[in-house]
């Protein structure tokens, strides 16, 4: 079985928000073995958008649209679903009697052009609002409709209760198994390099790449009967690809480091704490993007100037004039100054050029981190490109992955 | 002249990422006047991706293309323009050797298949890489396309330097200005209530509203012949809606407080330092996310436990005991101590509780933002709801914009 999913608004269009409906619904029907094939942004025009859904039913079986079902003028989805069929829209009454008692439950006069949201295609069925908008679904001659509203949480609501169990039901869905593989210091044209013909030798499992701020996550994903079926055909090739990418690969099902370096702190019920220049505090933030951050982070010592590197994170003057704050040896007494002045058995550190322009002769990208973890100190520089904001995230990553492998021994 | 934006990758139709491209690419558009009529993600399926170039190309001026320009086998957006387009690939000897240079700059070997990335569609003009991954472009008979590449700050790039300029020629852009205010403190509606009859009474400039992270843009938006023309139908919109919205709008034109104020303190040869809890960071990364930040920002003291808020940042034992962690007076103290211990005018900070477990008897979302200027100080509870990411973001924007007020003498 397969879909497309269509948002409509000009807000779209206009950039003025990202379509994060797409998204949460691919993840759900993903989940249930519905593959999408397209997502498709339309604003709200009425010829353009019967297009979009006449064209999309024409190609897949469940066509799934968000957005469009208010009250005011340019809610249009109900007009352009009846057009792209050729049906009639017709006022349903039970909705016309629904949607007044939400007003008079409210205590709010209702604006006659509200009962708009009553008018439904003819034969398709009304979904029960979540907030006021009433969603729809509709059997067309080549697949499902299903019409919800662009409220994120509306939307998610009916999904749950109006979408996933009739889809589940229509797809007789087999099982859909995944698992990251979270890779580090590679890049992801080395990364496919070790493994290409394990992943032109598969079709079940198969094998994707996806890349950013210097992390590849290799995802094994199987179809199946069963989760125990799918989840056996995956790991042989799991094992595989681990054993070629060595310690590269993060032990565990991560998506980034955010979630491994705290699962590896936790298992030793061991504490890190940081010292930053370049990145601004974004080490902390990445440490504590999770609940239970005070179970296993001590803080972060974000240190811009070279007098807070000596009188807050305790890097020596000395170090600070020989080798200057852009270096190794800052680096390490960083990572240091961390562990030692905020408690933690773990100490991370990156000091560096972010740019746009360069810093004590030192070029933008020049980064060095350190990470200190039983008694010994290891810093490096980190292999960064490309502008402020990737140099940065490319450093975070490079410190926490330092930090990850002192504690596995492999750094 | 009108355009549609076609994002590429598997990865968007199993919901793995938002189509923040999309998203980006159409403000960008929107500012120099072309019309956006569609958004489309489809995956790394060549017959679908060839299909809906094909499509695209029939019905708009021009297509731009994100994703699938990597060098793996599932990066076919390449083969995937040539074949909407019945033309060969040409492998580009001056992208070869280009790419070869990147490599061995970088000190790293090239694997072969990254010379894929030099093949282009006959005629197309190669678009420099900003990573490794070259964009194009190229004339079709219909329209033009644009190849960028899918990582965000890559396609960024390579839109700005290739993408809006040749669109802009293109399209014969009228002037197109566009203004911000940024209200800090009062939240859409209230900010609608007060400027509505000006919005409702306006239809050049117009007037939109984008709202996050506890922050108002009130945009106004004017269309003329000239840049100049432009701007003085702005004036007298800018001038009577800060004149409604009074010491809540901040000076000047800005996204956000992360730009202005850095603005306000350059302006002023002031600095500025931070100590955080609940936000982990956050309020250094925010300070130091544009160039020059060394100017102005001393760094951040991120104390997670109470030992860490005394040790590190000063707050006396005394108050800890007397008034908890999350509190007005540690604010207060937090923000004293990042201004002393860090040698800042302006000390900034944020305490509280960002869940999703409540702490310390306080409930989740509970925060008290402090900052000090000029021997004063001011402490108070800071307005928050949503999730963990958004309690940590309005801290963020409550922290600075209670340090904007300082300066200003509105707190």
Redesign the interface.
């Known amino acids: 079985m397969n879909a497309e999913i269509i ?1 409509v608004g000009t807000e ?9 409906n ?9 989940e249930i073995g519905v ?9 709200d ?1 009425p010829k ?1 958008m019967t297009l ?1 859904i006449k064209e999309a039913l024409a190609r897949c079986d469940a066509v799934i649209i968000t957005g469009g079902l208010g009250p005011t003028p340019d809610d249009i989805t109900r007009e352009g679903v009846a057009a792209a069929l050729g049906l009639e829209l017709r006022r349903d009454p039970e909705l016309v009697a629904l949607i007044r008692a939400i007003f008079k439950i409210r205590n709010r006069a209702m604006p006659e052009s509200n009962l708009r949201q009553a008018d439904l295609p003819a034969g398709a069925r009304a979904i029960a609002p979540e907030g006021t908008a009433p969603g729809f679904t509709l059997d067309g001659p080549t697949g499902v409709i299903f019409a919800l509203p662009g409220v994120p949480w509306e939307m998610k609501a009916m999904l749950e209760k109006a979408v996933l169990p009739e889809l589940t039901v229509r797809s007789g869905a087999a099982a859909i198994v995944s698992r990251q593989i979270l890779v580090l210091g590679l ?4 990364t ?2 070790k493994i ?1 013909d394990l ?2 030798a598969q079709t079940n499992p198969t094998i ?5 701020k210097g992390q590849v996550r290799v ?1 094994v994903t199987a179809k199946a009967g069963s989760q125990a079926n799918a989840a056996a055909l995956i790991d042989p090739v799991e094992e595989a690809i681990r054993a070629r990418l060595g310690p590269a690969a993060v032990p565990g099902d991560h998506d980034s480091l955010t979630t491994a370096l705290p699962a590896m702190l936790l298992a030793r019920a061991a504490t890190v704490a ?1 010292a ?1 220049s370049l ?7 990445e ?3 999770g ?4 179970e296993f ?9 070279d ?2 590197k000596r ?2 994170a305790g890097v020596p003057q000395s170090v600070l004039d020989r080798s200057g704050a852009v270096s190794e040896q800052t680096a390490a007494a960083l990572a240091e100054g961390a562990a030692s ?3 933690a058995d773990l100490g991370v550190a990156a000091t560096g050029v ?4 360069e ?1 004590g002769g030192q070029p933008v990208g020049t980064v060095f981190v350190g990470a200190c973890w039983g008694g010994r100190t290891v810093a490096r520089r980190a ?1 960064t ?6 140099i940065r995230a490319l450093a975070v990553t490079a410190a926490l992955d330092l930090g990850r492998r002192m504690i596995e021994g492999t750094a």
Chains 1, 2 share one sequence.
């Open positions: 948002g779209l269009l206009l950039g003025q928000i990202a379509d994060t797409a998204q949460h619904i691919s993840t759900a029907l993903a593959d999408v094939h397209r997502h498709t942004a339309v604003g025009n353009r979009v890049g992801e044209s080395l496919h390099e290409a992943v032109d994707a790449y996806l890349a950013g995802r940081a930053e990145t601004g505090g974004l080490i902390g933030v440490l504590t993007r609940p239970g951050a005070s982070f001590r803080g972060s010592l974000v240190c811009y100037s007098e807070a009188d807050v002045r905020l408690g972010a740019g746009p322009g810093q292999f490109y490309g502008d402020r904001d990737n």
